[in-house]
């Protein structure tokens, strides 16, 4: 049985991780009859047909190493089925003719949203097809909880506790910038993990004058500090108004490297104070998983490895009510799980008295 | 309406950001019209009528904060009935007397098994009661999680990280002594989590004669190191077929302080080898809870505090399939929750290859 | 014995640990002959006759405690001669005015440069002084380390480790921007404890040019990424040949909100690549101190004390050769120490292969 | 040139980093002229004649890997000069035979007090040799710090800080072991940096009645709960007293896995109270090197390279003075750097009202 790997997309915590769950799980219960190979750089190395033979070495003490032994890349789902600048097959067509080249039985293929619809195409065009559900934004639809989600969670609440204190110290407002574009998962649970004051996630957008509303109100009972929790995909109220259009032009024409800039400047404005900020950036996402990710992947690694025992293709392994369970890829490719504004973790974080900047 | 609070049993990660939880809802929902009071040391305070009024700052500023800022001791539940030394009252008769006078509205109560058979019998005897589940070892049932054991799993996990780079720069056997007297989940999930080799849990009686074997089976296959994650209440497959009575008899004689000491001088004997014990003890429950337990208190606190506010006692709040859901007290006390040996978990742990001791 | 303390400036890690030292070292010395009264929020509380008196139990549980619970502000040297708004004294004269009219015999100050200039002005105008010296920045003449230096250096080497892992699984190029306007030490330990490969400080003003060719040197020696350490004080060779004013003038007109944007922009105009930017800011200086920090501030703290009894004013206390030692305010004041470029840890740097931007 | 490396004696924190800093500093200036050779299991491998050649890449990604690449293992001074088992060579003669064999122009050895012995023994026997100063337990002679010393503080510190909320929680008294037979200096650092009570260290004797009457004063002080950190090598004073021979024979007989047990039962049957036993153990000396390790470890490694080039052996790289100097081995070898009891740190501890258990 020859198996490939590649892990695709923006790397997280926890890929290697899951890896060692699929290898060490297949070597140890098919033995000799299994090969695997490591697809290099994603789909990049699918497309270049650019592996190599791994052996059960490969996948020890990796558990706690953070990024991807097998490199990882970008490659947009829409450019899949274009025809490609050195040859006059597609994306899709080059993925295919190394699937059927190498004779690869099986592809595991670890990512995020844009890597499950091309997973999906490939499992439509009858590749044999695993998937595991990675991404810091747990945004995926199918699955409670993506890996790489607890690992970004507990970096981004250390950031925002340690700003406490500087917060105190001298009464200052603060904003941290959390990773997220389009749903604010991790900005709402490292929020409140981290007793932020105000949480502003894609999913509600702010009004700077709400947020400067509870800044003040913050002040007046005595309060000495402001922290704001603020996902890189924020979006004002006015911006919620606009076409598609209209605001992919007006952020073009923004003059910040990143949107916390602009709440700082707009709520500066609206307070009279300084307003410090803080950008940890891909920091989130490096590193060593955390227990949590290293179990849960080391779960979706084997339950992996058993729907290709069972020559069950065609699913991403997912959790579900706290147990692991195969997902069709037709049910997760495309669709984006988003934090619903009125959903327990939301409504508890108001119930706190927490501004959600709106 | 007046809210007494006591934490109870021994201490976890967690405690105080879950008073947190229950009083800044309570306070931010419910204002002026809300005293609450703080009993000391858990049901010693409620017997004593020894406590005090907080205010809304008590709770400011502990979210990260380990042990419990009301104190804690341990109660036992088969002292409740009985007469006590210094009056003709029962503990029991003393509580209720406490909760009579005071007038308090409602018990919130953060404890494990023998906490939560207390609370029941309170509530039986009509005191109006809420619990949050708390307990490193996660065996309270009617709850997926409990808090304090993700912290805790994190701590053991860290250990056992650490071991590993000594154990392959020496080629030497380790044990690692994990907390846990009836429940093996913290010993499972920190063992699997951190790439433990063999792991000896309560629910599988062990034989030395197989953790041997699978050490040596470790070294044929060139592996320098073997690491073990043993629960301290780890019990032989001899003492698992013993009556209770012969099996306390042999425990009282047990020339060792723990039980890794005993393992070790067993492998020694059979293997040879020099076996090193790490007991890292109460440092697994100190300390700022994780940020998934400052969530995990943070939601229980707010059901506990709606709850309350809806009048719906004698419940404790549990996670069930990644919802907060309320689980009548009869439901949950006396009930423990000890790790299936043939779940999930342990099959995943199984199929990595992993020796479960027996 | 009346003693005030006052932290001043910006916050840092072990401020209260120091304050911790010093107090319990009077306490348990002098017993209750001594009274310490916390000064609030720097030299403003000193000005504004704003402080409380201090009791043992105001010391304890504060060992770990990040930022400083006296508070702390900015108050600029250059103003303290200037008659203030709301009277006809100065700022100085309000703080003799304070220190008078309290009788205090002693004032335990801990801040960085400015406060180390206002200290000594006090100190020139009759005032008991004692100083402990603070800042992340390390920069302050007369000792070879201070307090906060080495917890920051572990904050941004946590960082640059982490961004290690994606930038690898990636294959990009990294900027983490470090705290420290003046002096690059910050940058410098961490950039090399964590192996950073390009580390841009103030002391060595940089050359687009040369790191563009550092970056493409990596690349040509098939490293798949490069990680660059840039103090946020770093100037271009170009900046630095400019005057004083020029410079203030050109930074004003610089469109972007720190000086790691601009570096990106300018690497990627050279190398067509993209750039990623992280900012940790102020989480730098938040958060507990590392043991190394807690224990040199509990030695700083008992050696001031003991200044105290032995009436010994006007000193700064010191680790120099490894040794705590007293030095005079008057060497201490108005001084700044910086990274010498052709010093042993620049060398250091060299040699193993680093660049350092020029 | 060829450069053979090995480490020796008890694995700690910041071999690999070290490697490191010599390898790259090496390869950086000398380039291809400059082979290495790492040797395996320390001293083990040069008698055995067992290495293989390194090459640039074998020393990337391993500046924050704990333990060692090349292994290390325990090898006796005493038997340095015995005929071995299994030829009419002594130990020396095999390793002086492998040097000679392999035209070693350096070896390259970090290690501790044992290791240094072997390595004076080496070098008067006419190979060049350079040392790093290796040990947890900042007992080597000729450098105030050792590496591998701050990581461990670090760690029993954070153990100690975590007990502190279990202790308060529940108004008991822990005992933490730190590691450290003969020299108490990680106990002594930790145990400032952690805030113990209590400090047990092999230089200063203790006794039972002393350290029960400082916990009693912490209860009639209105502490709830008394920390101890005790050294592995901890010993009463009646053990002091002893001839070496009596002592010994009175070890053997002790009927206690490590001291701490012992220590508990005294205070027990003085205090009437339970003492709770902590046992970090080896948990001290893995995982990663603190940033601060890591800049010591390139520096001592950028050193020794230096050293190598300028043809200057005999000689252990060291810190005095904040500055790296090299010290000549016979300075070094045989000689163990002790606690002064009466020395700054001691004397610092006792202002702070600390026990020192004497």
Same mark, same amino acid.
């Given at each position: 049985?020859?198996?490939?790997?590649?892990?695709?997309?923006?790397?997280?915590? %926890?890929?290697?991780?899951? &890896?060692?769950? *699929?290898?060490?799980?297949? =070597?140890?219960?098919? %033995? #000799?009859?299994?090969?695997?190979?490591?697809?290099?750089?994603?789909?990049?190395? &699918?497309?270049?047909?650019? =592996?190599?033979?791994?052996?059960?070495?490969?996948?020890?003490?990796?558990?706690?190493?953070?990024?991807?032994?097998?490199?990882?890349?970008?490659?947009?789902?829409?450019?899949?089925?274009?025809?490609?600048?050195?040859?006059?097959?597609?994306?899709?067509?080059?993925?295919?003719?190394?699937? @059927? +080249?190498?004779?690869?039985?099986?592809?595991?293929?670890?990512?995020?949203?844009?890597? /499950?619809?091309?997973? +999906?195409?490939?499992?439509? /065009?009858? *590749?044999? *097809?695993?998937?595991?559900?990675?991404?810091?934004?747990?945004?995926?639809?199918?699955?409670?909880?993506?890996?790489?989600?607890?690992?970004?969670?507990?970096?981004?609440?250390?950031?925002? @506790?340690?700003?406490?204190?500087?917060?105190?110290? +001298?009464?200052?407002?603060?904003?941290?910038?959390?990773?997220? /574009?389009? $749903? %604010?998962? &991790?900005?709402? =649970?490292?929020?409140? $993990?981290?007793?932020?004051?105000?949480?502003?996630?894609?999913?509600? !957008?702010?009004?700077?004058?709400?947020?400067?509303?509870?800044?003040?109100?913050?002040?007046?009972?005595?309060?000495?500090?402001?922290?704001?929790?603020?996902?890189?995909?924020?979006? #004002?109220?006015?911006?919620?108004?606009?076409?598609?259009?209209?605001?992919?032009? $007006?952020?073009?024409?923004?003059?910040?490297?990143?949107?916390?800039?602009?709440?700082?400047?707009?709520?500066?404005?609206?307070?009279?104070?300084?307003?410090?900020?803080?950008?940890?950036? +891909?920091?989130?996402?490096?590193?060593?998983?955390?227990?949590? @990710?290293?179990?849960?992947?080391?779960?979706?690694?084997? $339950?992996?490895?058993?729907?290709?025992?069972?020559?069950?293709?065609? =699913?991403?392994?997912?959790?579900? #009510?706290? /147990?692991?369970?195969?997902?069709?890829?037709?049910?997760?490719?495309?669709?984006?799980?988003?934090? !619903?504004?009125?959903?327990?973790?939301?409504?508890?974080?108001?119930?706190?008295?927490?501004?959600?900047?709106?």
């Amino acid at each position: 049985m020859k198996i490939g790997m590649l892990t695709s997309g923006g790397d997280c915590q %926890g890929l290697n991780s899951a &890896l060692r769950g *699929v290898a060490k799980t297949l =070597y140890n219960e098919l %033995g #000799s009859t299994v090969t695997i190979y490591g697809i290099r750089d994603g789909y990049r190395g &699918l497309i270049e047909a650019d =592996y190599r033979q791994m052996n059960p070495q490969d996948f020890s003490d990796i558990l706690t190493l953070g990024g991807t032994i097998l490199g990882t890349s970008r490659q947009p789902f829409k450019e899949m089925r274009k025809i490609t600048e050195d040859s006059e097959e597609t994306k899709l067509e080059k993925m295919l003719r190394t699937v @059927d +080249h190498e004779g690869f039985d099986c592809l595991v293929i670890l990512g995020g949203n844009g890597t /499950h619809k091309t997973a +999906h195409l490939l499992s439509q /065009h009858g *590749v044999n *097809v695993v998937t595991l559900p990675k991404t810091i934004d747990n945004d995926l639809w199918g699955t409670e909880t993506t890996f790489g989600f607890q690992s970004a969670i507990n970096i981004a609440s250390t950031v925002i @506790d340690s700003i406490h204190s500087t917060a105190f110290s +001298h009464s200052r407002v603060f904003i941290v910038e959390v990773m997220g /574009h389009k $749903a %604010g998962w &991790l900005t709402l =649970y490292a929020g409140i $993990a981290s007793g932020a004051d105000i949480i502003v996630i894609p999913e509600i !957008p702010y009004s700077a004058e709400k947020i400067a509303q509870a800044i003040e109100k913050r002040e007046r009972n005595g309060k000495r500090f402001s922290i704001l929790a603020v996902a890189e995909g924020a979006i #004002s109220q006015e911006e919620a108004a606009m076409s598609k259009k209209a605001f992919k032009a $007006a952020r073009e024409q923004m003059p910040y490297p990143s949107i916390s800039y602009r709440i700082a400047d707009e709520l500066k404005a609206l307070t009279g104070q300084e307003i410090r900020v803080t950008i940890p950036g +891909h920091y989130q996402r490096g590193g060593a998983p955390c227990p949590a @990710d290293r179990l849960l992947t080391t779960r979706f690694g084997v $339950a992996a490895a058993q729907l290709i025992r069972q020559k069950k293709f065609g =699913y991403m392994v997912a959790l579900q #009510s706290n /147990h692991i369970v195969p997902v069709p890829l037709s049910e997760v490719a495309g669709k984006l799980k988003t934090v !619903p504004p009125d959903g327990e973790i939301v409504r508890a974080a108001r119930a706190l008295g927490l501004s959600m900047g709106d």
